[in-house]
Structure formats: C-alpha cells, structure tokens
C-alpha cells in the first residue's frame, strides 16, 4: 500500500524528482472514486489533494496512519483542519505559491469585462461588424474594490495600481496599521460597493462569509460595475449575479469558482444565454507556473514532514 497518496493533478516532474524515493500513488481521478480513495488509504502516512478532495469524516476515518496533508493551494475548506489537529495530522497549504496567477486572473477578467471586445469573434468571422457594440471601456481611471486585502489581493492591487486603477479595500481583520493599507484605502463594505467599477472577492468561505454579496449588495453597486470571484463558491450568491446581469445593473461578471463543483449540466444550465458573463472551472490560481511552484512546495514540506525536519 502506498506511503504518500495524490489524489488530484500535481505538476508529475515534481513528484518524480521530490518524492523519488517514497511509495507514491498518483492518480489524479482517484478524487472521482471515493471508495477507492478509502481502500488506498490505510497505509498512507501523506495525503496531496487539491480543492475537490474531502478531507474529513470518512476519509479521516480510513486513514489511521495519517501524518501530514499537502493542499495544493490556499484554501482550507476542503479540509477539516480541527480534526486533523485531533488526530495529529499537520496541514500544509501552499501559501503565496499562487498568488500571482490569481492576480493575473483578476486583471486579465476585469479587461475582459470593461472592454467587451472578446464576444466579438463570432460576428466578425460572420461578416458582421459590431463595433459599437465593443467599443467598452477603459480600464484607467477606474476604482478596484478588493473585499479581503490578504496576499493575493495585494498582488492584485500592485498590477491594478500599474494600470493607472485607484484602490480600495474592506477587511475588518487586518489592523489599521498594516502595511497592506498603502496600497489601498480603506472603505467599508457599503461604502466600497457604492464606489467601485470592479469588485473583487478575497475572502476564504467561512460561516460569516457565506452569501455575504447578495441580491441586496449587488443592487448597491454602481450601475455597469463588474464582479469577479476567484476565491470561494459560497461568498457570492450566484443565483443573484444572473439575476443582476438579466436586467442590465452589473456591467459583467467572472466567476472561476461555484457553490458546487465541478458544475453538471443542470446547475449550468442556470448560467446560459447570461449577458457579459466568464465563467471558468476554477483556474485562476491554476497556471503551467504556478502549477509548478504550487507542487515542488507541497512535495518538499511533506517529504520534510515524513523525514521529520
């Protein structure tokens, strides 16, 4: 029975050059095979997951020799961190190994949106020309509000600000002296959803953050504004953004992540035929880069972990 079990996509150079010289068992589908991931378990000393695996409960449970867990990311949701800590059981979350591709990702989905260009292909290799249609917006000028203002969300305000964006943030758990706060003003939530052109959500899901931009806080927003979430399904109620783009109020949306994923066929079919809406499978914290950094972290703590450093 293997030592260490992957049970989601992993950069493999990393696996093949860290962990070289340890039982490892990667199947990046073993996520989608629940009793097989238990059955692999009983042994295991190290489990690698991404965001999909559930790692409480059940899996707990089968995994009696558990030491260590490597998260393939930031978020912890997936995780029952208090009873890994019952058990023993160290967490290690990549921390800051993705930040700049979820900054990018931001920027890269508020460019989309302002400019409105990108849905032009189909018409224009049909011979039509729907330039007023996608002349869109600067970027320049325009106010970023960071709801969250950790270590991505910095990131982001960094290439926002270079991009001639003013900045503003509302995180009511990073004190008033915090270095954080030179790169961005501080607002309240409603003050913030008043000013903003583009909102985007830092926050990781917990009870107090469920839902917490919903139909009331969307319709607050600035007419024409624009909403990104790339940090947890959950925060945002999505049911309310579709409602919100249908009648015209939000300029655009980029959703990279959802209530429940991956999303079928019915729950997406909500989405469909929705104006000025990206939507992607959770991505943005997910480059050939990132990917790289992201596995070569998480392989080195868990094999220091196993070596007892």
Partial sequence: MPEIVITEFMDEAAIREILADRDVLYDPKLVDRPSDLLAQL??????????RT?????????AGKL???????????????EACNARGVTVHPATGANDLSVAEYVITAALLLLR???????????????????????ISGKTLGLIGLGNIARETATRARALGMQIVAFDPLLPADHTAWQRAKPYSLKELLQVADVVSLHVPLLPSTINMIGRA???????????????RGGVLDEDAVVES??????G???LDVFDTEPLDAARGARFA???NLLLTPHIAGVTEESNVRVSELIARQVLGHLAGK
Avoid: F, Y
């Fill in 67 to 81: 030491e260590v867990v490597g998260r393939l990311g930031v978020g912890l949701d997936n995780i029952d961190v």
């Fill in 245 to 250: 783009l249908r009648s015209g109020h939000l």
């Fill in 273 to 275: 035929k929705t104006p």
């Fill in 42 to 51: 009983s042994e295991a000393r190290a489990l690698i997951v991404r965001n």
């Fill in 116 to 138: 409105c260009a990108w849905t032009a292909t189909p018409e224009v290799t049909a011979g039509k020309w729907p330039r007023m249609t996608t002349i869109g917006r600067e």
């Fill in 252 to 254: 655009g949306a980029a």
């Fill in 217 to 231: 806080q969307l319709a607050s927003m600035r007419r024409g504004s624009i909403i990104i979430n790339a940090a």
């Fill in 54 to 62: 559930q790692v409480r409960g059940a899996l707990l449970e089968a």
